[in-house]
């Protein structure tokens, strides 16, 4: 049958490499229609722009910039962690093939069981349970099954930022409501439960086109574990208005001072409308082997296994195995000394507190989380300092400040703005996130240098300052003698104008690259 | 903040609880359009039903049945794989963690290094590389990226089932273009390169609409490798009509007999309009690890990364790093002996031929496959031996068949059915898809087994034939006698009419259970 493609091959290609004169208007104004194609799915329009990989870019560029930006421990996952996967790489090799496409089912099974428990629920491992290509990969597999063209969403800022891209890529309309925070004694620290939403204002969001509530407790970036005042009444809202919560979970784990998370699946009635996710990496420090989990009714479960199964089919089933083993050691610890669930989070506060410590030590106010990874700081105290770091006209403060301190201070941070939709972004451009989940050495170093660093700053400025000082006295002696030069010969208005507007420029060029000239010393 | 909440809460949820007996038509109404909402999106419409799930699932059910339907080896990877990711779960711990969010550097590194010499390409690790969650997360990504609302996608027939979803969840429209047998000579086997597009047929799918060709090379389910003419005319045709031509190569190293796989980004021109995908999985037997890639031009992988940064952002880090051990292993072997890419065909090609002489054995005629894990075989003489296998009234004969398949032999396999777009799934009924990447032990058990049986089986047909033929001459004598007697005693004619038809359904179905209850035993 391909005998003659050769020939047709030649007529087809003809026209293309203007062998043949003749090609008619037709095919020409066919050309011109075919060359204007659009590349790109439109649902790609206005998530195409990562600020993060900016940020991550920026920090790989500069030589030995300590990473407390991005949301992943730098030191080892429990023991008990790394031999479940040795053993699941070791043992049978079947592990080594294709599993379930909705889940390993010993892992199916244990997140069954485990999470029935805590949520009071019966939890059927088939159809109320599916893995993911971790926390990430379920969020997305729940928007594509939910959100389409035209829902709202409901996003609490500030949200993890890919919230809002993931809504939009499926269609949906974003709907934000800002948690705020009360004012505080002065001197005080501030703390993420001080951070709450205005009842009325979350209520007024709630309309008929709502398809998805967006609830993460523990909140990332602010550390913020909801109560169970807070999260009846999102419960009741999503009752009222049909709505389904999709709750991100991650950090369930992660809780200090006592505080407890709650999951919304256990309030009554919530269990029927909630998608509760979870991450392996976040629950046994191995964010890299990209295990998640939803768990939920299977009225909306059916729906994410029809994109589970058209979007990636199969998760790494070692990966699973090693979940699977590692969560059915928790479960005989549950709650015991020596469970993981339990020692973790203990030691992930005192790193929490000795970066609390390291941050008000160079001068910068953290919001205290009560649980994740994470704390935000507030920056309004350099903004006052050195408002005019470099960068682009209308570059948010806090961005500003992150590159800054990544070529200055060699840490990275996120600038939380990232975290806040494009209308707010303004009242929310004095923050910058940090990670704490990084080993204490790692972290004493760097801030020792800044501590440092800011003793030789405070000398400095003091220095220049007192510089600036006479010179701009220089200056002005200079400039009235030439100006009085300039009358005595009796020179034109307008030059001595010019001159006067360009000195003026040229001195505040010299303020602007002050504090970075300085700091990189 | 929250101080009023519960008050509000409750007034917020006390018309749902019917409490509040005053509450107002409108809200009522409200309530009555919220209720009607529509829960999933309507891109998961035509594509919530997984044929394969059912047969998987019936497979699971039988107790001992063998897979010879899903695509996935039964032997363990070669050695130097699985030390590649032990060494990855028990050397660095921060592999514990996320990598950058396009690919494990070493990774794309390796990638970009292997297939740059293979394509004859300059291909940049970070600008032309995105290692994906499996071909099949590949694909997805590819679709996502580049896919739009009514674009027109082509896909050969018979077709790697996941094609047509994808595009339809993408709001595509799949436009199908089927491979077809030449006529072969009498007693000759098939092959499938005898199975060919029309390239008059092919050319006429080509519209100004058409956003992508989806090629798959070596072809699943057909074991079809695309020739350099059949390649060179879709080439063409991709460039008049500026279309993105994405291709599946995952079996390109799994080449029988002698015949080359070619990449058609390799043909001059195609590199700048073409996204080559592939798979760890298939590559080195560990399809369980779940990592693919894309390669491709900047200007359209930076739309996959779109995708990819907002739907999983993160590969799993061992897995990947496993697999560019893998890879700088093979590297070093290439093209000699000791290569997997070499040793790997060779062995199966021995499982294939296997599998022929067995299907061959007991009647069944397999179409030999250039390559890939599968071939299909034609089931017509049982089609026609066996017309009636029980299953639905509409059920294609090829589903109906692999049902009995299961249930009789204890052998697992995918209707072909499944591979073809419903208008055309009429003509292509009479076909099921093996796969024969399976330890020759496991195999051999099952075909020996039904090769006995169909020896008894042709003892036990004869002897039904008798029976049935003394049966139906013992019933047509009787009814000859029950007419004389009817006739005799004048009774009405409608009821010797009921009677007739009666005791013919009885013989029809006595035809029909047959072949299972003489199977079965």
Partial sequence: MFRNATAICLHLVGPLRGKKSGASLTRCLHQTLTMAKRLQARRLDGIDHSPWVEFVKLASEEADVVNFGEGFPDFSPPEFAVEAFQHAVSGDFMLNQYTKAFGYPPLTKILASFFGKLLGQ???????????????????????????????????????????????MAGGRPVFVSLKPSPIQKGEPDSS???????????????????????????????????????????????QHDVVCITDEVYQWLVFDGFQHISIASLPGMWERTLT???????????????GWVLGPDRLMKHLRTVHQNSIDQCATQCQAAVAQSFKREQLHFGQPSSYFVQFPQYIQRCRDHMIQ????????????????????????????MPDLPGAANEPYDRRFVKWMIKNKGLMAIPVSTFISVPHQKFFDHYIRFCFVK?????????????????????????????????????????AKRQHEEEAAAQSEERGLVHAVVSALCQDRVREDAPETLMSE
Avoid at 198 to 226: C, Q, W, Y
Wanted: aromatic share 10%; with cysteine; net charge positive.
């Fill in 358 to 385: 390291s941050l008000q030590s160079v001068g910068l106010r953290p919001v205290i989380p009560q649980g994740s990874y994470f704390l935000i700081t507030d920056i309004s105290d350099f903004k006052n300092k």
């Fill in 122 to 168: 019966e939890i059927d491992p088939l159809k109320n349970v599916l893995v993911t290509v971790g926390a990430y990969g379920a969020l997305f597999t729940a928007f594509q099954a939910l959100v389409d063209e035209g829902d709202e969403v409901i996003i609490v800022e500030p949200f993890f930022y890919c919230y809002e891209p993931m809504t939009l």
């Fill in 193 to 239: 439960s001080n951070w709450q939403l205005d009842p009325m204002e979350l209520a007024s969001k709630f309309t008929s086109r709502t398809k998805a509530f967006i609830l993460n407790t523990p909140n990332n970036p602010l550390g913020k574990v909801f109560s169970r005042e807070e999260l009846e009444l999102v419960a009741s809202l999503c009752q």
């Fill in 277 to 291: 996710i979870g991450s392996a990496g976040k629950t046994f420090s191995v964010t890299g082997w990209k295990v």
């Fill in 439 to 479: 080993g204490e050495h790692g972290q004493r170093v760097e801030w020792r240098k800044w501590k440092q660093q800011k003793q030789e700053e405070k000398k400095k400025w003091k220095d220049l300052k007192m510089t600036k000082k006479l010179e701009r006295q220089r200056a002005q002696e200079e400039q």
